[in-house]
């Protein structure tokens, strides 16, 4: 059973801090890897998506890679901003495992001026 | 940009009412989906559908079903609503057929907060 853990669970950074987030997968057999952001009582936003095949994808101030042989990805935030406070979440989906994606536990930003 | 619209932010339904939540997307999206996020569970998987009147179970199917007459249209419904199943529904939807390396970006709706008192 694949399992997604984000390490750490909570981090409070000061304003124009560069962070990482980490999301680490059990099964390395994934066809592609998103990472999201939730903001308090709201629905989920993708923010990247990096298919198997790929090393990492860029979006503005976020970076996100994937090393799947050793089940890990980061996600990059360059120059943080009180507006990146949110919980951020990585789901993957299984080869062979359909539509499910499996979410990993989260990590609640917060960003201080 | 993709829409996926739920009809309803904020729902309070008594027990043993039936509830229909609905949501639609504007993408021409194959496939769409049903969690419920919960504080130290996480989201998880109610039910998904590939096509139309297509529908899958997903981890926790019991007391809830589902309704996909059109493409752009996911329905969730509580046949009698209990007050377990206070929590917050997410509705997502993505192209592209069922675990192929095609497979796109999931988007998610912004949520309906439902309370069964």
């Known amino acids: 059973k694949q399992e997604v853990t984000q390490i750490p669970a909570a981090l409070s950074v000061p304003e124009g801090e560069n962070l990482v987030l980490n999301c680490s997968f059990t099964?390395?057999?994934?066809?592609?890897l998103q990472w999201f952001r939730q903001d308090p009582g709201k629905g989920l936003t993708s923010l990247l998506l990096?298919?198997?095949?790929?090393r990492e994808q860029t979006s503005g101030r976020l970076n996100a890679s994937l090393d799947k042989s050793s089940g890990r990805s980061t996600l990059y935030i360059a120059a943080s901003q009180p507006g990146d406070s949110a919980t951020y979440l990585c789901?993957?989906?299984?080869?062979?495992?359909?539509?499910?994606?499996?979410f990993g536990t989260g990590t609640q930003l917060k960003v201080e001026l | 940009d993709v829409k996926v619209t739920q009809s309803s932010r904020y729902l309070v339904k008594r027990t043993g009412e039936k509830v229909f939540l609905e949501c639609v997307q504007d993408?021409?999206?194959?496939?769409m989906f049903w969690y419920r996020q919960d504080p130290g569970l996480g989201l998880r998987l109610i039910y998904f559908?590939?096509?139309?009147?297509?529908?899958e179970k997903g981890d926790i199917p019991e007391g809830y079903s589902v309704s996909r007459e059109k493409k752009e249209r996911f329905s969730l419904i509580l046949e009698s609503a209990s007050t377990n199943q206070t929590s917050m529904y997410l509705c997502?939807?993505?192209?592209?057929?069922?675990?192929?390396?095609?497979?796109?970006?999931?988007?998610f709706g912004e949520g309906s907060r439902l309370t069964v008192l």
């Open positions: 993408m021409d999206h194959e496939n």
């Open positions: 789901a993957v989906i299984l080869t062979g495992g359909g539509n499910k994606l499996t």
């Open positions: 997502a939807s993505r192209r592209g057929p069922p675990g192929t390396r095609n497979t796109g970006e999931l988007f």
């Open positions: 559908s590939y096509d139309v009147k297509m529908k």
């Open positions: 099964d390395s057999a994934i066809y592609n």
């Open positions: 990096i298919q198997s095949s790929q």
